[in-house]
């Protein structure tokens, strides 16, 4: 670089990160904070606050532990067995990525909801799926699906099968293959994957915006709860949930960069 | 145990994931494709041709291609400082680019709306205009584009640019002539990734543009609204619409990417 550029770009940069990150996500903890740490709390401990966290926690709970097998379970099948229309799955897999969450979520009700293919069905037995809690884990599970796979599969086709042929040949069984060699060696990328899915998840906004009702009390995620707050002209709480979640996303972000770190002394590592 | 473990890998374990997909994707895809012409061709073409849908798929794609836009350049110049520069605090710097990524699209509204919203503290309101929808998708482009160049230009080999410049090359030149062509394919990877991603944006957006039709709507808002008031075969319409766009960006830049060997790094 030119150093006579050197400090002019350097400022710019810095300048358009300042104005576009660090003072928006600063203002939203100083208007948290502004009234006190009390005022915070209270909004934070609030019953419609306290309940969408918990919402949004069993949310997780269910959407990323069913799409980790899911991730895992198709990245040994893609990466493991070969299989007519292979091709075909890794790239179906990635399909929520190309949509908006809100295409999704309509994508949704037109199967499940009460005019949808299923409704009928679903309503004869007394299922309901839409403008519920079974929505809001589908439309989670669905915006969230490709991030397992695409972090787990890469790891384990440049891995190869050595180890577990090896394994096998010693008698071990697929049970203790896939405990002691594949999942040790997969476990960076899979720590990556389920954080990303879990930041996906508990940030989701329009996908379970259009599947849930946003019933406050019920169906109201932690995203909604805040989004509600600004609009029934109660900033206070939205900006101290806003400050939970920044919290949250700076813990994905540490979770990120240490397991970034991890995969690239392990990329290094690993031959070209 | 070996005879049913290969059973499983080759039938019940595509299968099961074929389910899987079919339950929360595919089915719902195909019901959207199936609504959208539920009532035929006409309908469809109507309600992708009414005038609040045409002006909110207009400003979508407007914003979205000037964001890439500026976005690039962003990238390309925050990529620089990140891998050619030193200073204290660059590490932060660096991690501070990846929030976007990591931060609820919904906070990243109210953030920018906290900032530059009618109480804005710096006297900027951007709520209701354009602008603000755009500040919104800068907002969550910005790492695309910044994480698409940043790992090429670290690899980028110092020996072809101190070659160029012991031929007599300008430090201007080399930058032309050398930097930039090797970082193209990767800048326009980023910013396809950052249009693709802006055209469906919805959270960031409905915060600050405060969904005014032919002003401030974008096409994802007016599918929600649409939706909203049940009329599903014109939201599945215009959701196509936005469907086919992003599939036929990130199909290009996976076969760019293929073509000019651009590394996936996001």
Known sequence: ?272 | MAAAGRLTGRVAGPALAVTYLSVLVLLPVAALITNAFSHGWGEFWSAVTQPEAVAALELTLAAAAIVALVNSVAGLAIAFVLVRDEFRGKAFISALIDLPFALPTVVAGLTLLTLYGASSPVHVDLAGTRLGVGAALLFVTLPFCVRSVQPVLAELDAETEEAASSLGASRGQVLRRVVLPSLLPSVLAGAGLAFARAVGEFGSVVLISGNLPFKTEVASSWIYSLSQSDDLPAASAVSVVLVVISLLVLIGIGWARRRFDVPETI
Not at chain 1, 110 to 134: E, Q, R
């Open chain 1, 1 to 272: 670089m030119t150093p006579r550029w050197r400090l002019p770009l350097r400022f710019a940069v810095l300048g358009y990160i300042t104005l576009l990150i660090l003072l928006p996500v600063g203002t939203v903890f100083y208007r948290a904070f502004q009234h006190g740490l009390g005022a915070a709390w209270d909004a934070v401990t609030a019953p419609d606050a306290v309940h969408a966290l918990w919402l949004t926690i069993l949310v997780a709970l269910i959407a990323v532990s069913l799409n980790t097998v899911f991730g895992v379970g198709v990245s040994i099948i893609l990466a493991r067995h070969r299989f007519p229309g292979a091709w075909l799955l890794d790239a179906l897999v990635d399909i929520p990525l190309a949509l908006s969450p809100v295409v999704i979520g309509l994508a949704l009700i037109l199967v499940y909801g009460h005019s949808g293919w299923f409704g009928d069905w679903l309503a004869a037995h007394g299922i309901t799926v839409i403008f519920s809690v079974p929505g809001i884990v589908m439309a989670s599970m669905a915006v969230s699906l490709p991030y397992v796979v695409r972090e787990v599969l890469p790891v384990l086709q440049e891995i190869g099968t050595e180890q577990e042929q090896a394994a096998r040949t010693l008698g071990a069984g697929p049970v203790t293959i896939f405990r002691r060699i594949t999942l040790p060696n997969i476990r960076r990328g899979l720590v990556y994957g389920v954080t990303l899915t879990t930041a996906r998840v508990l940030g989701e906004f329009g996908a379970v915006a259009i599947v849930s009702g946003a019933i406050a009390g019920k169906t109201q995620t932690y995203t909604l709860f805040i989004a509600n707050s600004i609009d029934n002209l109660d900033p206070q709480s939205a900006y101290a949930g806003a400050v939970l979640l920044c919290l949250a996303a700076l813990l994905v972000l540490t979770v990120l960069t240490l397991s970034d770190r991890g995969r690239e002394a392990w990329h290094r590592k690993a031959p070209a």
